[in-house]
């Protein structure tokens, strides 16, 4: 994360004093299209779980902007682990900052340059509920060291719980965005998320058990277990800061 914040502070340093500098609204709305966890099936747009937000983009200049965005909606996915049915069905709220870099010189309502391909990376935090269940869980993997059983009878104790997550997220993505006014832009965009998290699909760390000395081996090493997620929508811009003209020569330069 601290390389992502000196990615952040390398970018505003480097952007010219002299750019045209435009404000941004905007709405987004589409699909979750895929979520890539611990199930075994978990097909790119296997799933369609409709998604909405907002944002705030400051332009810096015609080829850097933040964007400060908001999306929730719903996580919903079935399939399988270990051969064993599973599935899960959550809300999810997700608050991103990215910087947002233009393929092509654009600014909202510029006649010269009408659209542009764009990427976009940042820094994010995601909220959501997670659901250990424990009968579920044991129909693959009897030995996972947060389940219970009754040491007279063998039988497991079943003890579901739920907790709240909050968990970093490593959001980047890619688009393209054409204007229609003076002030009012459209777009269509793919996100991905990196969750810093296992619990998104409410399987944490799901072949961890304990051996046959009593203890815990783990498989999740921060890293190589954490879930990912793809958003695939479409956005309505509409600028609300015309920002300062820039002096005659930088204008004539760059457009």
Known sequence: MKK????????LLTVSVHAQ????IGIWGGTLTSVHGDMDDDAPFQSFNLNFGAY?????????????????GKFA????????????????????????????RYILGKKKIRFSPYV?????VAYFPYTFKALEIATFNPDHPELEFNAATGQLIVTDYEESVMTPTIP??????????????????????KYLSD???DLDDPLAHENGLGE???YNDGSHNNDWAGYLGVHLTYMIFMGKKACPAYDAKNW
């Open 56 to 72: 705030f983009r400051y332009n810096f200049n015609a080829r850097v902007g933040m964007r400060a965005m908001f999306l929730t």
């Open 199 to 201: 619990q998104l699909d």
């Open 216 to 218: 815990t081996i783990t």
């Open 120 to 124: 976009t990376f940042g820094i994010g």
């Open 77 to 104: 996915s079935e399939g399988t682990v270990e051969s064993a049915p599973w599935e899960f069905d959550k809300s999810v709220q997700d608050l991103s900052l990215q910087a947002e870099v233009n393929y092509l």
């Open 172 to 193: 980047f993505g890619m688009g393209f965005k054409y204007t229609i006014g003076d002030r009012l832009g459209v777009g269509v965009e793919y996100q991905m998320r």
């Open 21 to 24: 500098k435009t404000a941004d």
């Open 4 to 11: 992502l914040l000196l990615v952040f502070v390398t970018v």
